[in-house]
T-cell receptor, first 113, second 117 residues
Framework: KNQVEQSPQSLIILEGKNCTLQCNYTVSPFSNLRWYKQDTGRGPVSLTIMTFSENTKSNGRYTATLDADTKQSSLHITASQLSDSASYICVVSFTGGGNKLTFGTGTQLKVEL | DTGVSQDPRHKITKRGQNVTFRCDPISEHNRLYWYRQTLGQGPEFLTYFQNEAQLEKSRLLSDRFSAERPKGSFSTLEIQRTEQGDSAMYLC???????????????FGEGSRLTVL
């Protein structure tokens, strides 16, 4: 069964600090991996999309890495801001056409003063 | 605003009533998805359309749920005889995808939150 597991489930950090969120997946055959940010009560917003040939991608203070061999991805947030408080969801797509998106349950990040 | 829009944003209804949600995708997008999300969980796939054709339905989509995309543009999701367990956020997303690969970036709407009393 295709699965996406994220850790930690929740995280509290101080403003200005860095943090790293983890995503492990068992999806196969792999197509691409996406990270989304979801503010409370809002729809998810795409941060990065990586195919198996990419091992890092940045979007401002967000940097995602991918190790397709170990089936692991991480999302690193640099110099956190209060507005980074949100749920971060890892989504993995596998090949074969049709809907093949498997969502993780997300990491709830809270940035405090 | 050229993003994905959903209506209504919030709906409170009594158990047993029918509700309908509407989604207007980004205009040139050929794929439209419906997801359900409960508190603390990631979105769960319900169904998706390629243009007007409904290509896949999750087993989560019971007989009380029906979705349409009659002209390949907007879509509706109807829930009949609502139950308290239907309370959730219903998210719509759209993408522009070619061929069979699902590599198009997914754009989500703000969701329709349903509360069944």
């Amino acid at each position: 069964k295709n699965q996406v597991e994220q850790s930690p489930q929740s995280l509290i950090i101080l403003e200005g600090k860095n943090c790293t969120l983890q995503c492990n997946y068992t999806v196969s055959p792999f197509s691409n991996l996406r990270w989304y940010k979801q503010d409370t009560g809002r729809g998810p917003v795409s941060l990065t999309i990586m195919t198996f040939s990419e091992n890092t991608k940045s979007n401002g203070r967000y940097t995602a890495t991918l190790d397709a061999d170990t089936k692991q991805s991480s999302l690193h947030i640099t110099a956190s801001q209060l507005s980074d408080s949100a749920s971060y969801i890892c989504v993995v797509s596998f090949t074969g056409g049709g809907n093949k998106l498997t969502f993780g349950t997300g990491t709830q990040l809270k940035v405090e003063l | 605003d050229t993003g994905v829009s959903q209506d209504p944003r919030h709906k409170i209804t009594k158990r047993g009533q029918n509700v309908t949600f509407r989604c207007d995708p980004i205009s040139e997008h050929n794929r439209l998805y419906w997801y359900r999300q409960t508190l603390g969980q990631g979105p769960e796939f319900l169904t998706y359309f390629q243009n007007e054709a409904q290509l896949e339905k999750s087993r989560l989509l019971s007989d009380r749920f029906s979705a349409e995309r009659p002209k390949g543009s907007f879509s509706t999701l109807e829930i009949q005889r609502t139950e308290q367990g239907d309370s959730a956020m219903y998210l719509c997303a759209s993408s522009l995808t070619s061929g069979r690969a699902d590599t198009g970036e997914l754009f989500f709407g703000e969701g329709s939150r349903l509360t069944v009393l």
